[in-house]
């Protein structure tokens, strides 16, 4: 009697450079069950997430194109599905979802479409937003089931669909990698930060979305007289600008800027306190890594970060553009050696209880036995 042969999964996601998807992508990839599904990765942008794969042993392709639906590219995408013989294709986000749902359909391959926060949001003007509603209900009528990774998008969904064949699957975090107790590379050491000074840092893309203004805005309403180092690591479109108003604002060295990084574990263990001034979120995964890292938090009490932080028990929230409050949070923490230890204790058990990596991975696992009732697609098969 032969042996059925693995499901084969496409993990598609828009881009190689490491955010929160990706990493989810990384995670997810890394923690299924090997006997039951052999994980095949599709990225639309080359990137430090398609080499680290490929360094990870997990098979990726890589079709270039920066615009969701982008038609000239689905052909490509159909012959790598049935190259690959894939047998379930799992979109990771709107352009991954928008250019692979075609070749699926095509070939009568069931879809998950992942929802990591919704391509539109409250700041778009109304024209905008109405249309990414409308591709984003499309996606959500060629899925066979989609997964909200918060309860506030599955929310957010039901405000313009019915979301019929949605469920929530929260984020989980690796918690081998994010583990407080092991080894870490000295990064103070490296960045000439003494062992006393309180580290402040926001790691997140420097875009709209992550608000670095009101980061550094805080930055300068904190005395200066304070024993205080900030740090902001990461790239994205508002850099420049950033650059720029920390000149205006005449942070100087209280302020370090650092290049997105890959050592993601090493800069939380160094730190003291971890910032994310967000204006939305699915569910922030940097988040969820500094809580198991047992960091105090100061974060923006918005969508899905609300509920992984409880104000005043595994974290502190306030108001979306709000450097003054900012401030003060960073300053009371600042003073509070035990707070920030009982915050950020609570926080890393929070992450234990609730954003658990192999939970989620099984929870996927069961969704995609029940898109295919365990058996690989018959036409991928006979194509």
Known sequence: MSTPRKLRVLETIRQGTIGGGETHVMDLTQALNKDLYEPIVLSFTPGPMVDRLREMGIKTHVIETEKPFNILKWPQVKQLLKDER???????????GSNTFWAAKQLGLPILYTVHGWSFHVDQNPLLLKSRQLGEK??????????CVSKSNYRDGRAFSEMKR???VNYGVNLQKYNPDRTFKDIRAELGIAQDTLLVGCIARVTVQKDPFTFLRAIAAVPAS????????????????????AEELKLGSRLKFLEARQDVPDFLRALDVYCLPSLWEGLPIGLLEAMAMAKAIVATGVDGTKEAIQDGVNGLLIPPKSPQKLAEAIVRLAGDAQL???LGAAARQTVLREFNVEVM????EQLYEQVTGGQPARAALAS
Request: charge should be neutral; charged fraction near 15%.
């Open 226 to 245: 304070l024993p205080i180092q900030f740090l902001l690591v990461g790239n994205g479109d508002l850099k420049e600008a950033t650059l720029q108003l």
């Open 340 to 342: 920030r230890q009982t």
């Open 166 to 168: 949605a469920v929530v």
């Open 86 to 96: 894939i047998d379930i294709v799992h979109a990771h986000g709107t352009r991954a």
């Open 361 to 364: 991975t099984r929870e996927v």
């Open 138 to 147: 499309l996606l959500l009528s060629q899925a066979n089931v989609t997964i």
